[in-house]
């Protein structure tokens, strides 16, 4: 299940809440399209529930999809336990214009804090 939120006006929020594969990541990047104002640059917080699978098809479908809509995106907040899926976030902090961070689910108000700044 997916789920959407905003805290802000300038922030979406979007909750996964199973396995991601490629077909769940087309349906988190449609949803996300359909939070962005076209004329503004939004904040994007994307949690990943503890103990969900990443496929890695889902995930480079997930940086090309960045890479591509990057300069619609001031920050995006990434809160996971998924360690290996942290480490490419910041790696994607390097390449891409918006700023990335990643944080654990422990730390999810720190991510809310921090995206919403």
């Known amino acids: 299940m997916i789920s959407t939120f905003e805290f802000a006006d300038n922030v979406a929020g979007i909750l996964i809440k199973e396995d991601l594969t490629s077909e769940i990541m ?10 962005v ?7 994007l917080y994307v949690e990943i529930e503890d103990g ?3 496929s890695m098809p889902a995930f480079f479908k997930d940086v090309t999809f960045k890479f591509k809509n990057s300069a619609k995106f001031n920050k995006i907040a990434v809160v996971t336990n998924l360690d290996w899926f942290q480490n490419m976030m910041e790696i994607k902090d390097l390449l891409m214009e918006a700023d990335v961070k990643s944080f654990t689910i422990e730390n999810r108000l720190k ?7």
């Not at 087309?26 to 939070?35: D, N, P, R, S, T």
């Not at 104002?37 to 904040?43: A, P, Q």
């Not at 991510?111 to 700044?117: G, L, P, Q």
């Open 26 to 35: 087309e349906q988190v990047h449609q949803l996300i399209l359909e939070q």
């Open 111 to 117: 991510a809310i804090s921090w995206i919403a700044e």
């Open 37 to 43: 104002n076209f004329d503004e640059k939004i904040n």
């Open 52 to 54: 969900l699978h990443v």
